[in-house]
């Protein structure tokens, strides 16, 4: 048997992969979703976050409460759901003061707040992707998302992307 033959018997070891599907726009499910994410990036998975409806929240270029995207309806849902520092948490809300509450204790006890985890997934290259079909319902382009989203994607082809890998719906 020569070397040739023997190296390419061996089983050839498969890249570390994590896939997040980010469906809510609520805090503290953003929190888990970045935090989880860039655990991943930082220890040398390859790791995809596809946005879809209330996740592309999160993604969004202008935060704040903003008219945006294309018609009466859309824009309305825009406005409502404010970006990365409107985002409520999932329980318990208080009328907004949670999150406050939550960027407090963080800040406090040394944690990275929502706004620095996803910071931090831009500098480790966590590629982010935002769902085709949510956009198309909810009146986006891709130039209403930060620069960093890589590209924008059907279900099939973030699956495809996904293969091999852990998958997580949060």
């Not at 390419?8 to 992969?17: A, M, Q």
């Not at 996740?55 to 202008?62: P, V």
């Amino acid at each position: 048997m020569e070397i040739s033959d023997i190296l390419t018997s061996l089983p050839v070891k498969e890249p570390k992969k994590l896939s997040i599907i980010s469906f809510s726009g609520d805090f503290d499910k953003l929190v888990a979703t970045f935090t989880l994410a860039t655990g991943a990036a930082a220890i040398g998975y390859e790791v995809h976050i596809f946005f879809t409806f209330w996740g592309l929240d999160a993604i969004k270029k202008k935060q704040g409460r903003a008219f945006v995207g294309t018609g009466f309806l859309p824009k309305l849902f825009g406005f409502f759901m404010g970006g990365l520092r409107s985002a409520p948490v999932s329980r318990l809300n208080f009328l907004g003061l949670s999150p406050k509450i939550f960027r407090y204790l963080m800040r406090k006890k040394n944690v990275a707040t929502l706004e620095e985890l996803v910071e931090a997934a831009k500098v480790l290259e966590v590629n982010m992707y935002a769902c085709e079909m949510a956009m198309h319902i909810l009146g986006l382009q891709k130039s209403d998302f930060i620069h960093e989203v890589k590209d924008v994607l059907g279900v099939a082809t973030f699956l495809e992307i996904s293969e091999g890998g852990r998958t997580l719906f949060i």
